[in-house]
């Protein structure tokens, strides 16, 4: 067996545990069908080009996004658990170089990412199947968008774990950047009608770029502004990779 599979059956085999699927599934579930109905009364529709959406189903596509960027701190907690635990000298003591390391965690959170994005899209389905405006762009657009959030979130995170070595301040960092993404972007509120200070930070935030591919996917409504948009995580997700790697390549664990 090549050595990177060997890595990468490692990493899945450590990372989907029962309790990670159980978290990845009951979490959106909440977000979903309680805060997304409860939240009706108060938003009963979001717009959306030139339509709208009901609030639920808005909610239920941007948890899409937000589970794929959940979902890919494995990342994160596997470098962490690794130098912490000595299993890096271990891994390297074997048939492995470290290039071999980084590429399998990479292929790693993509799995988990594509993995995710199908569970929500199964769980929320019956929720946004009203709205669906499939096409022959649909497919490619979830499977690009959700495997250049994987892998943008997955190098975030996995640069703060090769820089960080206490754990208080690792699970600080970790957690508060990625709460601090997801509520600063669309994935549970558009942008429109928000102050333009606030606006201007969601789309600061690279979970706004998924989001809205996602959505773009699912409900139609592929623009420009869309294009633009998936073309800037794909290519943030290009950049965070390279320093990702050269940051993991070189460290002295």
Not at 62 to 90: A, K, P
Not at 164 to 174: A, K, Y
Request: aromatic share 12%.
């Amino acid at each position: 067996m090549h050595p990177i599979i060997r890595l990468i059956n490692r990493n899945l085999t450590v990372s989907l545990n029962p309790g990670f699927l159980l978290w990845q599934v009951i979490f959106p579930l909440i977000y979903i069908f309680i805060a997304g109905f409860a939240y009706t009364t108060l938003i009963p529709s979001v717009p959306y080009g030139v339509a709208t959406v009901g609030y639920p189903a808005y909610l239920a596509t941007g948890m899409i996004g937000f589970n794929i960027m959940n979902s890919t701190l494995v990342s994160g907690l596997l470098i962490w658990n690794d130098r912490r635990h000595g299993m890096f000298e271990q891994i390297m003591s074997g048939p492995f170089t470290r290039m071999q390391y980084v590429i399998a965690n990479i292929c790693t959170i993509g799995i988990i990412g594509i993995v995710s994005a199908v569970l929500i899209i199964l769980v929320g389905f019956p929720v946004f199947q009203e709205s669906v405006e499939f096409s022959v762009y649909t497919v490619p657009i979830l499977v690009i968008a959700s495997i250049s959030g994987s892998v943008l979130f997955g190098s975030l995170a996995s640069i703060i774990s090769t820089r960080i070595r206490s754990s208080e301040s690792f699970n600080v960092i970790l957690n508060t950047t990625f709460l601090f993404l997801a509520f600063a972007s669309t994935a549970f509120y558009p942008a429109q009608g928000a102050p333009p200070e606030l606006s201007a930070i969601f789309y600061a935030s690279p979970l706004t770029y998924l989001v809205d591919s996602i959505r773009a996917g699912i409900f139609g409504g592929i623009t420009e502004i869309i294009l633009i948009e998936m073309s800037i995580l794909v290519v943030l997700a290009a950049v965070l990779f390279t320093v990702a790697t050269k940051m993991m390549t070189k460290l002295n664990f």
